[in-house]
Nanobody, 122 residues
Framework: QVQLVESGGGLVQAGGSLRLSCAAS????????MGWYRQAPGKQRDLVAT???????NYADSVKGRFTISRDNAKNTVYLQMSSLKPEDTAVYFC????????????????WGQGTQVTVSS
């Protein structure tokens, strides 16, 4: 099984920036698309951004123009560069991946990691 570990969260003032990382580890796997999600208290977990293996991004309207998703396939890592942060961006951020088990050719969605907390103060 592939494990995902999110990091880079913290406390930042409105207008500030933060860069999140999500590293995948394991053996005999390949990752297709990856995505970032976030969940605020009392809210559902929402999609923030996705990126294909080839690097094509898509963003939720709420973060478009402020966030940039990128990936390093050699490192099995996806990043989320967050700029012009707003208090409404406060949430726990999670990543997820579309994974292929190379030994069995089995496709599955990765389990959720523990997430990383992003808090934006006003």
């Amino acid at each position: 099984q592939v494990q995902l570990v999110e990091s880079g969260g913290g406390l930042v003032q409105a207008g500030g920036s933060l860069r999140l990382s999500c590293a995948a580890s394991g053996s005999a796997f390949s990752i297709n698309a990856m995505g970032w999600y976030r969940q605020a208290p009392g809210k559902q977990r929402d999609l923030v951004a996705t990126i294909t293996r080839g690097g094509t991004p898509n963003y939720a309207d709420s973060v478009k123009g402020r966030f940039t998703i990128s990936r390093d396939n050699a490192k099995n890592t996806v990043y989320l560069q967050m700029s012009s942060l707003k208090p409404e961006d406060t949430a726990v951020y999670f990543c997820n991946a579309d994974v292929i088990d190379l030994l069995g050719g089995i496709r599955y969605s990765s389990s959720w990691g523990q997430g990383t907390q992003v808090t934006v103060s006003s």
